[in-house]
């Protein structure tokens, strides 16, 4: 078992984000972003002085944090499955220079003028996820996918049906704790609930790899994609982590849990300006300090 997060949440700088993984005693960091750019992004001579960073700390990249097919991608776009293939592919020879062995990605838009059960989506979304994934089966990466705003995160079912359709060793999910709370369950009929993130886990946990840890107060929705949500520290909110975190150990879960606070920053929303850095950085190592001694706790 090992501990890792994503840094950007301590630090736009990357040496800051070392840092903070340094402070809480930790040797791993989930890459997403590194300034204003990403691994795949990043020019040349910044992607050497990154590595150059991490071969002195004695830190490296776990997981890379992807865009690839998102929740901003939708999945009748062909531009926006070039756009995933691009960063893909850009990305692929650095995760093998730096030995990143998993990256998040995830199954596209839920197409919010279609029915969930719509079989021409779900055509459109198991065809381009599995032409991303044979990508990752070729250069010998995990594809994790994320349970989020995305098709397979728009129930239990429809992660399993996607794992059932995709059919690859190099395809796994990373569950994301905190993300069912503000995410409907597009199973039933209308009018949806909201999901329950024990539930959900229980049903797809003998798929996880890795585990994002999030945990927050759903609030009321909002015009934008995501529902207004009071993000807590882990096992405060309503996303059951002290319960999955327990049945994960119980049954010798010896993974990866990475942080993803959101509590002084969203990193899909626009906080230029508004969140001082030092307010995040010490959130981000005071999260990871709290998530370790429930790990103890339960233990």
């Known amino acids: 078992m090992y501990f890792t997060g994503f840094a950007d949440e301590a630090a736009k700088d990357f040496a800051m984000q070392i840092k903070a993984t340094k402070e809480l005693g930790w040797n791993q960091i989930e890459s997403r972003a590194i300034g204003s750019k ?85 055509k459109e979304v198991f065809s381009k996820v599995k032409k991303l994934v044979s990508v990752c089966e070729d250069a010998g990466i995990l594809y994790l996918h994320e349970n989020c705003m995305n098709y397979g995160g728009m ?3 429809h992660t399993l ?21 503000m995410t409907y369950d597009r199973s039933g009929t209308k009018p949806y609930k909201k999901q329950n993130a ?25 015009d934008g994609i995501f529902p207004e949500v009071t993000w807590t520290f882990p096992g405060e909110g309503e996303g059951h982590v ?42 981000y190592v005071e999260y990871g300090r709290r998530f370790m001694d429930l790990i103890n706790t339960i233990r």
């Open 155 to 157: 129930s239990y079912m």
């Open 242 to 283: 002290r319960e999955i975190v327990t049945d994960l150990l119980k049954n010798g879960y010896d993974g990866g849990f990475s942080m993803e606070p959101h509590m002084s920053t969203v990193f899909h929303e626009d906080t230029t300006g508004q969140v001082k850095e030092d307010a995040m950085y010490q959130n």
């Open 38 to 122: 990403t691994l795949a992004t990043l020019s040349e001579a910044e992607f050497e002085k990154v590595s150059e960073m991490l071969n002195s700390s004695g830190v490296s990249i776990n997981c890379y944090g992807s865009a690839i097919a998102n929740w901003g991608k939708d999945p009748r776009n062909q531009d926006d499955f070039n756009s995933s293939l691009k960063e893909l592919k850009s990305v692929i020879p650095r995760m093998q220079q730096l030995s990143i062995p998993m990256l998040r990605g995830m199954s596209f838009a839920v197409v919010l003028d279609a029915d969930p059960e719509s079989p021409d989506i779900a």
């Open 198 to 222: 024990f539930e959900f886990y229980t049903q797809v946990k003998e798929f996880i790899h890795y585990i994002h840890i999030k945990d927050g107060i759903y609030k009321n929705e909002t």
């Open 161 to 181: 049906r996607l794992l059932e359709k995709i059919n690859s060793p190099n395809f796994k999910l990373v569950f994301d704790t905190g993300n069912p709370l």
